[in-house]
Structures are given as C-alpha cells and as structure tokens.
C-alpha cells in the first residue's frame, strides 16, 4: 500500500512516514463525486516543530553535499516523474478536478522545475573581478540558506510546490512543506519518488494540516526562509508575520487577470484563447482570464463567438473522455461562486450565459457551467474581487487607452493579456499596463519555469519571485571575498 492510499495521511518527516499528533483530521473529497477519498491530519506545533528541527540537523550534511551530486538526484527524480507522468496527472483529476488533459500538463510543468534546477551548478555559480586595485581581487560565491518552508495552495498541487522544493534543495537548503489541506494527496506520491531517488532523510518533509502549521513554520527560530502561494489576505499575513519574524519570504498571492480585445484582432484566436483561459480548470487558475475589456465596435461579434465556444463545453468529470470543464474545490466554493453570481445580476450586469442552468449543475459533485455577464463595470462586486470559478466578466470600452486605465484600477496585477495585430497597440499595452506578465495573442501568459513568475500588487510580497533567476537568488545568500595576495 502507498502513502497516497492510506485512510489518514501520514507525515513524512526524517524520511520516515509518522503519524501527526493529533486526533483531528479533515475529509478529502473527490470534488467530481463529492465522495471521501482520504482524511488529512490537522497537525501540530509539536509536530511541525519536529519537523523543522530534523530539517535543521538534515541541512548541517546536505549544504556540503557538492552541487553537482545534489544535481544528479534531481536528475533521477526527474526521470522518476517522466515515468510515473500519467499516475500523477490522475491523481491530481482525482483530488482537485481538473481535467487529464490539464492535470498531465500540469505534471509537464512540475518536471521542467526539476530540470531546471537540476541546473544548479551553473545556477549557483558566482562572480569575480581580478582586479579591484592593485593586486587585490574580489569574488562572490553562494550558499543556501537554512531550513525552507513550503506552504502551498489547492490549484496546483504538483506545479507549485515544484516551483519550490526542488530549486531550495538543489541549491543545498533542507525543506519543510505544507501543502493544501484539500488536496494533500499528490504531495505524498511527490515525497515517495524523491525517497526512490536516492535524497537523503530529512532533506524533504511534509507537514499535513492547516493554520497552526503555517503559524509554527512562520514563527520557528529555524525557519530561515518562506515560499508561500495562496489567495491574497493568507498572502498578506504570512508576508506580515513571517517579515516581523525577520524571515526571508516570498508570498504569491491572488488575482484578477485582465485580457483588451482590440477590433483588429483575430478573433477566432481570441476567443479560443479567453475561453479556455477563462473556464479551463474551471476558472480556478491564479492566470485565469477573469475580466475582458473588449472594443465597442466587436462587442457583440466577440460574445457571440465566445458564447457559442462555451456552449460546445462538456462538464463533468475530468477522468472521462472528451471532458473540459470539471467541479470547482468544495461546495462551499460552489456556494461562494452562485453568490457571485447573484450578486452580478443585482449589481445590473447583463448575464449573457448562466452557468448555474447547465445540466452538470444540478447533479452530485461540485459543477458550475461557464458564466459570462456583459456591461460589467468597475464598481461591480464581479469585477474587483477573484471569484475563482469558471465566471466571466466583459466591459465595453471606447478604445485601447480607456482598457487600459480601466485594468490598472484593479488592486491585482497577476497577468494582463491584449489581443492586436498593431505592433503600437503591443508597445502601449506593454508600458502603460500594471501587470507583472503580460501575453499578446495568448491567453495564460505564465512564465515557464526559467522565468520568474512576477506579479505586481496585490498580487505579490517580497522582493524576489518565485522561479528564474529570482528563485535562485531567493534560496541562497552570498559571501563576497576581497584578497591581497602578499
Ligand atoms: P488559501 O490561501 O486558502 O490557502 C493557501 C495555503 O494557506 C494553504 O496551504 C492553506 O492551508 C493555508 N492557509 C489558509 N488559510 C490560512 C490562515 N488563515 N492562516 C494560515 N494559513 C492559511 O488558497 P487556496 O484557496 O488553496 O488557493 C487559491 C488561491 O491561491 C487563489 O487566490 C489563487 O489566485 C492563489 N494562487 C496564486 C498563485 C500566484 O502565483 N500568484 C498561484 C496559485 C494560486
């Protein structure tokens, strides 16, 4: 039996699979059946602290360990992760919702992680000058820094703890993760292939739980630094508490992706592109397309286009063939999604495709169809908050500058989109707008994993981002040396 079909999870910790400390557990639902796949341990300080301590002791060996030698694990567990690629994306469908197709994408992204991290000896390499003043010479080389701790959401359960451990071990730090409570499962089948690829005990540890976790990695002397990705108010206090504990921390928080559709746009492509970046893996992407401002003059072009799109939609269980669009997390984020809703109708938006009728809506598991409101303006509840659900939001503007002072009133600066074929359009769109990536003629413009994954705002806090080179700069810190040979 494996760890990712035992009934309560067990902690990994030491390399060894512990029982947490506790008698509180939370269910793990299937969110396409509604059915309890597992039950996740709400674990303690007491067991968090174990495991930061082991990681501490595990990092006085593994720091030596030579880079190269901490590379050719990574490349192992790469190989791992390419032969178990289809074990993986299944059970991501299982536990988060999302489609095959999506879910065995998503594994191809948590494998270029590894790959480049497995770069880490030419990653880490440092600088010098020969010659600041005579004879005297100047170097810096980099060293990890301590015990990481991971706290991770439920929309990605393999790409963005990828985005995490494995540049921070790579790089010689010791790593402490605790990942979403409602979708822990992956994170165990993650640990048991890096046991199969030789990482030495301790080096990689999981914690199952919930905020007391997060708190005892946040306040723990030997926390040295955390990577945190989640929604915005979770970002803000672990930014907050995890700055004031004087700790290095990165937080990627939560968004509301602005696309400008221009009227010279192709818009078979554009509306390819909103569509499946507005509702694939039902909208619950921190680069979903949330609001789209389109040009006057295509408005009613554009929707129809759209709207035909997602009436060809099949919903249901992403396991099934032919699938697209599965179940949102929980029910009471079905709950949450019908509020909105309700709340756009309210406000006065024109709902154009109510997602609530579609017959998946209406069965077991956690369904909403694809929801497209027109006329939305900024002052709507639809407009300024993440839903996080496969909803859509259009505002009609006058031309390129109106979209684009209409994107930059948002508090969010994920991602932006525009949709042009005018090379001056790109060029304005690319200075004037308040985003940290930005896609023209794409949908989900997210940086593979040799690009920091940058956003602005509300969207992130700290300094430097996850991935890229900032990943790299984010896990080690530096010594620089001056020497006069005499
Ligand atoms: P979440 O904030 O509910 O949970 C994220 C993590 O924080 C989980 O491990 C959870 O256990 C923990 N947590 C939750 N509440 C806490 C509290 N009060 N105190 C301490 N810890 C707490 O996020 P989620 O719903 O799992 O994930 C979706 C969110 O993540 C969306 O807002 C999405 O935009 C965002 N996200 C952002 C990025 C990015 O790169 N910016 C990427 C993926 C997801």
Same mark, same amino acid.
């Given at each position: 039996m494996t760890q990712t079909t035992l009934k309560v999870l067990k902690n990994y910790v030491g390399g060894k699979w512990i029982e947490a400390n506790t008698d509180q557990s939370l269910e793990v639902y299937n969110p396409a059946t509604g059915e309890v796949i597992a039950h996740v341990p709400i674990s303690t300080t007491k067991d968090t602290d174990y495991a930061i301590e082991v990681a501490a002791e595990a990092f006085k060996t593994w720091k030596d360990v030579p880079v190269p030698k901490r590379a050719r694990i990574l490349f192992k567990y790469q190989q791992l992760l390419v032969d178990n690629h289809d074990d993986l994306a299944r059970l991501i469908t299982i536990e988060n919702g999302k489609n095959f197709a999506e879910a065995y994408g998503e594994v191809q992204r948590g494998i270029e992680n590894v790959e480049f991290a497995a770069g880490a000896p030419t990653l880490m390499m440092g600088e010098s000058l020969p010659s600041i003043a005579t004879e005297l010479e100047s170097g810096i080389y980099r060293y990890p820094i301590g015990v990481i701790a991971g706290i991770t959401p439920f929309n990605f359960p393999m790409m963005v703890p990828c985005w995490m451990f494995p540049m921070a071990i790579a790089t010689g730090n010791t790593f402490v993760m605790k990942p979403s409570e409602r979708t822990p499962l992956l994170a165990n089948r993650l640990a048991e292939l890096l046991e199969e690829a030789g990482l030495p005990e301790g080096v990689f540890n999981i914690v199952h739980g919930a905020h007391d976790v997060v708190n005892s990695l946040l306040d723990h002397k030997q926390t040295a630094a955390i990577s945190f990705v989640g929604s915005q108010p979770v970002a803000e206090y672990v930014y907050k508490r995890g700055t004031n504990n004087l700790k290095r921390v990165q937080a990627l928080a939560g968004a509301k992706n602005h696309s400008i559709v221009l009227s010279d746009a192709n818009l078979e492509n554009a509306t390819t592109q909103i569509m499946n970046a507005a509702f694939g893996s039902a909208g619950e992407r921190c680069m979903a397309a949330s609001v789209v401002a389109v040009e006057d003059s295509i408005a009613d072009e554009f929707i129809k286009l759209l709207t035909e799109k997602a009436n060809q939609i099949q919903i249901g269980n992403g396991l099934d063939e032919g699938i697209f669009l599965g179940p949102v997390i929980r029910d009471n984020h079905k709950a949450r999604t019908l509020g909105f809703i309700e709340s756009g109708e309210k406000e006065g =938006? %024109? @709902?154009? *495709? !109510? #997602? *609530? @009728? !579609? &017959? =998946? =809506? %209406?069965? &077991? #598991?956690y369904f909403v169809g694809p929801t497209i409101f027109d006329h939305v303006t900024s002052e709507m509840k639809i407009w300024q908050e993440e839903i996080f659900a496969p909803v859509l939001s259009i505002s009609r503007v006058k031309n390129l500058e109106e979209a684009i002072d209409l994107s930059n009133l948002s508090r969010f600066a994920n991602g932006a989109c525009i949709f042009t074929n005018d090379g001056g359009s790109v060029r304005k769109f690319r200075e004037t707008i308040d985003a940290g990536m930005l896609g023209v003629n794409i949908g989900v413009p997210a940086p593979m994993a040799f690009f920091p994954f940058s956003g602005w705002k509300d969207s992130f806090y700290g300094d430097l981002h996850a991935n890229g080179k900032d990943g790299v700069q984010f896990y080690t810190r530096k010594k620089v040396i001056t020497t006069k040979w005499v």
């Amino acid at each position: 039996m494996t760890q990712t079909t035992l009934k309560v999870l067990k902690n990994y910790v030491g390399g060894k699979w512990i029982e947490a400390n506790t008698d509180q557990s939370l269910e793990v639902y299937n969110p396409a059946t509604g059915e309890v796949i597992a039950h996740v341990p709400i674990s303690t300080t007491k067991d968090t602290d174990y495991a930061i301590e082991v990681a501490a002791e595990a990092f006085k060996t593994w720091k030596d360990v030579p880079v190269p030698k901490r590379a050719r694990i990574l490349f192992k567990y790469q190989q791992l992760l390419v032969d178990n690629h289809d074990d993986l994306a299944r059970l991501i469908t299982i536990e988060n919702g999302k489609n095959f197709a999506e879910a065995y994408g998503e594994v191809q992204r948590g494998i270029e992680n590894v790959e480049f991290a497995a770069g880490a000896p030419t990653l880490m390499m440092g600088e010098s000058l020969p010659s600041i003043a005579t004879e005297l010479e100047s170097g810096i080389y980099r060293y990890p820094i301590g015990v990481i701790a991971g706290i991770t959401p439920f929309n990605f359960p393999m790409m963005v703890p990828c985005w995490m451990f494995p540049m921070a071990i790579a790089t010689g730090n010791t790593f402490v993760m605790k990942p979403s409570e409602r979708t822990p499962l992956l994170a165990n089948r993650l640990a048991e292939l890096l046991e199969e690829a030789g990482l030495p005990e301790g080096v990689f540890n999981i914690v199952h739980g919930a905020h007391d976790v997060v708190n005892s990695l946040l306040d723990h002397k030997q926390t040295a630094a955390i990577s945190f990705v989640g929604s915005q108010p979770v970002a803000e206090y672990v930014y907050k508490r995890g700055t004031n504990n004087l700790k290095r921390v990165q937080a990627l928080a939560g968004a509301k992706n602005h696309s400008i559709v221009l009227s010279d746009a192709n818009l078979e492509n554009a509306t390819t592109q909103i569509m499946n970046a507005a509702f694939g893996s039902a909208g619950e992407r921190c680069m979903a397309a949330s609001v789209v401002a389109v040009e006057d003059s295509i408005a009613d072009e554009f929707i129809k286009l759209l709207t035909e799109k997602a009436n060809q939609i099949q919903i249901g269980n992403g396991l099934d063939e032919g699938i697209f669009l599965g179940p949102v997390i929980r029910d009471n984020h079905k709950a949450r999604t019908l509020g909105f809703i309700e709340s756009g109708e309210k406000e006065g =938006a %024109k @709902l154009v *495709r !109510d #997602g *609530r @009728l !579609d &017959e =998946a =809506a %209406k069965q &077991e #598991g956690y369904f909403v169809g694809p929801t497209i409101f027109d006329h939305v303006t900024s002052e709507m509840k639809i407009w300024q908050e993440e839903i996080f659900a496969p909803v859509l939001s259009i505002s009609r503007v006058k031309n390129l500058e109106e979209a684009i002072d209409l994107s930059n009133l948002s508090r969010f600066a994920n991602g932006a989109c525009i949709f042009t074929n005018d090379g001056g359009s790109v060029r304005k769109f690319r200075e004037t707008i308040d985003a940290g990536m930005l896609g023209v003629n794409i949908g989900v413009p997210a940086p593979m994993a040799f690009f920091p994954f940058s956003g602005w705002k509300d969207s992130f806090y700290g300094d430097l981002h996850a991935n890229g080179k900032d990943g790299v700069q984010f896990y080690t810190r530096k010594k620089v040396i001056t020497t006069k040979w005499v």
